[in-house]
């Protein structure tokens, strides 16, 4: 085949001539133009595969998204988050972290989560005694973990899904308990953050009653109980799924007499800024997949399977997951989530599996790390959206996202070790077993959650805090069954953290008690 255009040259000499001659794990096989072209539009594993995805499972969910938006859904989140939680310490922090994590599941990406709950949420947390890069951070990192927070964790479940050959149902099973690991340490780090500041909560006339809310917010209620229904009762496709449960959001709006007059005008919007978002992922996953053809053609992929597999034959499994780990938040970074996961998927993934650890564990991995490249430095998209909006450089709030997301780089670990943190995934494990493991993880995270603010009661000395923290680590080292030296290490944290924590309340409470008998005295 010859190519009549002036690129044929080009193309030639990047393909044809350029790749067999890079060195290692990078060196590629001569591959014709024609070929080239041929395997990256016709193939069913390069260009066709991630159009397929945007014509189906992208469209309906994009959808969905923007039906609910146009619809006041984020809105109606942030009310319910801020009649929960406004009237606590550190109220607009977690008014964040609860808001942002429902509607992130709606928007499907950090960056638009930010801009869409950030402008509400940062200016808040900012007046309640935040510093400007904590107020950024803290959205970032609620924003980011809305991708792995089922029910609806964004279209690169769906990939994970479609890739392994499983349900979804599965996917959003296996990510239900490192999603509650993730949001448990971020909502008690923003909890003694605000205690250690003394910050106050919001204002008892800026919070509006539940029972207001509830009378605008109950709509959300059906709505996301069909979607559920659909997914995991009666079994429908996912694409399937998200079309029938706009056009039950479209029935059920109009029970809503707020904006009724509006109600064909907020739909016509949402098909129109469909079909821009559309667009602009369409791109987005074209370009994936011609980066996936081209690792294809050239044994690229192939290439570093098989150098990674060789890392951790002779380095260990431990070393690889810190490689893969590595190499997925660099891959990840400036990628939207279903394009960053796609190729991890097909870069890392298999050398995971190579050795031992289970399909849904490795692809797990892979995709938490490609989505934590979103507040990861130097190029935290989530963190630059936020900066624009509290008015920060946006490197320092990506030091302070680490801070706050520091369980997130470690909660793909654990799911490896202990593979009975992914719901469904651990073939058949025995209940108790599951149930103390995922136990002592939840503990463990509070523990470090305390460690990393070094604050409970009252501010911790530096010993303190290093026994708390000493604590947290002996809590996340896996359990297995049959070695009973893992399950003594298990309960020596619980029991050194527990202690830390029962002395520490009770000097609280003495202290508490010495100064209430001292005013007495005085008066």
């Known amino acids: 085949m010859r190519l009549d255009f002036n690129g044929d040259r080009y193309i030639r000499n990047s393909i044809w ?48 998204g923007q039906a609910l938006i146009h619809f006041k859904g984020g809105d109606m989140f942030n009310d319910f988050a801020i009649s929960l939680f406004g009237r606590f310490r550190g109220g607009p922090a977690k008014i964040s972290v609860v808001g942002s994590s429902f509607v992130g ?8 989560n930010v801009l869409l709950t950030g402008n509400m949420t940062i200016p808040l947390m900012k007046r309640s005694g935040y510093s400007k890069s904590e107020a950024g951070a803290i959205e970032s990192v609620a924003s980011t973990g809305g ?37 448990i340490c971020l909502f008690m780090q923003v909890d003694l953050r605000a205690g250690k500041r003394g910050l106050a909560p919001l204002p008892q006339q800026a919070i509006p009653q539940f029972s207001k809310v509830l009378k605008t917010g109950w709509i959300l209620i059906p709505v996301f109980t069909m979607l559920i229904a659909l997914l995991f009762v009666w079994r429908y496709p996912p694409s399937t799924s998200a079309i029938y449960t706009v056009l039950f959001t479209f029935v059920i709006f109009l029970f809503q007499k707020q904006g009724r007059r509006q109600y064909f005008l907020k739909i016509r919007d949402t098909f129109i800024e469909t079909g821009k978002t559309s667009l602009e992922i369409g791109i987005v996953l074209a370009a994936a ?8 053609v050239t044994g690229l992929g192939f290439n570093l399977v098989q150098s990674l597999t060789q890392v951790g034959g002779e380095q260990g499994l431990f070393i690889l997951l810190i490689v893969s ?4 938040i660099v891959l990840g970074m400036g990628m939207p989530a279903v394009a960053a996961y796609s190729m991890v998927a097909v870069l890392i993934a298999p050398s995971l599996i190579e050795l031992g650890v289970q399909p849904v564990a490795a692809h797990m991995f892979v995709f938490y790390y490609s989505i934590l490249s979103s507040f990861t430095p130097p190029i935290a998209v989530a963190c630059f959206a936020a900066s624009s909006i509290a008015r920060e450089n946006p490197h320092k709030i990506g030091l302070e996202a680490m801070k ?27 209940l108790v077993f599951t149930v103390a493991t995922i136990v002592t993880v939840i503990f463990g995270c509070i523990l470090l959650s305390i460690g990393v603010i070094g604050y409970l009661f009252d ?14 680590v002996l809590l996340f080292l896996p359990i297995y069954e049959t070695i009973y030296v893992t399950q003594v290490i298990n309960v020596i944290g619980a029991l050194l953290g527990g202690v830390i924590i029962l002395l520490e309340w009770k000097r609280k409470r003495s202290k508490h008690f010495g100064l209430s008998e001292t005013n007495i005295e005085n008066s």
């Open 17 to 64: 001539i350029t790749a067999p001659y890079f060195p290692g794990a990078l060196q590629g096989q001569r591959t014709s133009p024609g070929q080239l072209l041929n395997y990256l539009y016709l193939d069913a594993n390069s260009l066709l595969y991630m159009l397929n995805i945007a014509s189906s499972m992208a469209l309906a969910f994009i959808f969905l």
């Open 404 to 430: 706050f997301g520091a369980i997130a780089y470690i909660v793909p670990f654990l799911f490896v070790y202990s593979p009975s943190l992914l719901l469904g995934s651990d073939g058949g494990q025995n």
């Open 289 to 296: 997949g011609l980066i996936v053809g081209v690792v294809g």
């Open 105 to 112: 599941s709606i928007t499907g990406g950090p960056v638009s």
């Open 459 to 472: 501010h911790l000395i530096t010993m303190k805090r290093s026994l708390i923290l000493a604590s947290s």
């Open 325 to 328: 780990a590595v190499v997925s």
């Open 147 to 183: 991708l792995i927070l089922p029910p609806v964790m964004g279209i690169a479940a769906f990939l994970i899904a479609e890739n392994l050959g499983i349900s979804y149902m599965e996917v959003a099973l296996a990510a239900l308990i490192p999603a509650i690991l993730y949001y």
